[in-house]
T-cell receptor, first 115, second 113 residues
């Protein structure tokens, strides 16, 4: 059972379109991170959200942490081919007794932006 | 800092052989993580160290896998004997604290034939 479920698993859209990807869990997390991974590289942190309801913007990317700190979303406005990659969410410590088990990663959303 | 450095970048080996993956974390980072990434299972945490001490190895799939961190600047992940199902990309990452930003290396793509 995956602690963090990401959807959709794959998404291919045209340049200029908007999109939203989701990261959901039944567990409450102290924080949630979003990473982007390009082929042949390791994941790179985009943002960390720590407060329920928090919204952070990074240029055309908008990140939201759910009020209950169980879910998060990433919205991209006017997607560009450079946004192509694997988007991973990762949860911090879980309040439901997960122990000190490090970051928990979802399987990711494979995003392709076609020119 | 050069970031997290992993070697080799690619490894192709025959089933039954021993494989050793290497990692140099970012200086000053107290935490080091070993992850395995596959299409089927995503990014899985295998083991992590705090100040060179293994804290949680519950993700290590079998006794064939072992990891060491003899000092703050070096860690190894060893698979002996290797099997085809071990084929994956193995990442090393380091961070200042347990749940802060993890800095990943470029990974080692392991193929066991």
């Amino acid at each position: 059972t995956q602690l963090l479920e990401q959807s959709p698993q794959f998404l291919s859209i045209q340049e200029g379109e908007n999109l939203t990807v989701y990261c959901n869990s039944s567990s409450v997390f102290s924080s949630l991170q979003w990473y982007r991974q390009e082929p042949g590289e390791g994941p790179v942190l985009l943002v960390t959200v720590v407060t329920g309801g928090e919204v952070k913007k990074l240029k055309r990317l908008t990140f939201q942490f759910g009020d209950a700190r169980k879910d998060s979303s990433l919205h991209i406005t006017a997607a560009q081919p450079g946004d192509t990659g694997l988007y991973l969410c990762a949860g911090g410590s879980r309040y439901s007794g997960g122990g000190a088990d490090g970051l928990t990663f979802g399987k990711g959303t494979h995003l392709i932006i076609q020119p | 800092d050069a970031g997290v450095i992993q070697s080799p970048r690619h490894e192709v080996t025959e089933m039954g052989q021993e494989v050793t993956l290497r990692c140099k974390p970012i200086s000053g980072h107290d935490y080091l993580f070993w992850y395995r990434q596959t299409m089927m299972r995503g990014l899985e945490l295998l083991i992590y160290f705090n100040n060179n001490v293994p804290i949680d190895d519950s993700g290590m799939p079998e006794d064939r896998f072992s990891a060491k961190m003899p000092n703050a600047s070096f860690s190894t992940l060893k698979i002996q004997p290797s099997e085809p199902r071990d084929s994956a990309v193995y990442f090393c990452a380091s961070s200042l604290w347990l749940y802060t930003e993890a800095f990943f290396g470029q990974g080692t793509r392991l193929t066991v034939v």
